[in-house]
């Protein structure tokens, strides 16, 4: 450990909120260090000082003996807002569920948004006609054409929208 | 009377409770409201203000710090926003009343004096260094209690410990040797 780690750590060593790893290193440190030893001894006098004047500054202060009664009257003055400390006693007690389940609501919400956007955008950009010219040696097979034709519908998502129009051409490919 | 029957009290309005609450804590308050705010009639109301706040949030208290903490922290936001009120104020590096305070050079000031000069600069502190000296060296918290108590990360704590008592240093007298591990009172 090296000197600026140790007076970085001074307020921790001094509150005891070490690690035992990191009191002991400190420890270590402090051994053969005079200058931390003196910045330590320094923070534990002046906090000592401070403690002390502190309070004998705030020692000739006491509390008012008719506080009980001021508060109790200034209470009843606020009782006109029951109905906030009702809504506050049941938001406390309740705050997490119902973030929660308003967090579940917006997420499904803004999931439900999107698939709509994307539907729409997909119907409004998908071409109303589609014209595939396909090549094949087994020309005479309906079958082969059916599933040809349902594949490429459902590839572009668009069966309710697409019209497709086959043509066959009886040139061999190159 | 437990804390958490106090608490419990609170949450009835029960006046047994506040009576309670006011005996156990009251002055303690009074003494940190005063040490934050410099005057004694505003520290008085200060308590008041907390004391009714804490009734009318009883049912906030979770218990997962002491009773006394969040008490604190509740005459705590009184006491900030009072200073954002107050910031007219102009911080000087100066102490004006200081001179009348020291003794011969050289010589120790008596206790009174100390404390005196001590309450004297503490109003002259920025209000963050202000908060800080008294939760550690009068309320004796913990560097994470303050950090949790003012919604500050640990490492702005130490920096504002740092300063704050660097500004007293420039702001009390040099006879106090405050920051001398000699010169202890």
Redesign the interface.
Known sequence: MNCARCR?RL??YL?G?LSARARAAMDNHLQSCPACQ?AL??E????????????????P????GD??A???S??AQ?RGVAWA?AF??FW??YRLRVALAASTVAVAVAVLGLWQHFRRSAATHAPSHFECVLTTYADDDPSWWTRRTLLVCSKNGVERFAQITVTRSTELPN | MTDAEMVAGLRERSHEALAELIQRYGDRLARSAYLLCGSETEAQDFVQETLVQAMRSAHRFAGQSALYTWLHGILLNLTRHYHRKQRRVIYTDTLPEASALVHEAGRQMDLDAATHALMDALPRLSPPHHEVVVLRYYEGMRLEEIARQLGVSKGTVKSRLHYATEALRGLLPREMNLFESTGTY
């Open positions: 970085k307020y921790e509150d909120a003196k001894a320094e534990t006098a002046s906090a000592a000082t401070l403690r002390n004047l502190l309070r004998r500054g705030a020692e202060i006491t509390l008012r506080m009980q001021r508060v109790l200034r209470a606020t400390d506050a006693a406390s007690g």
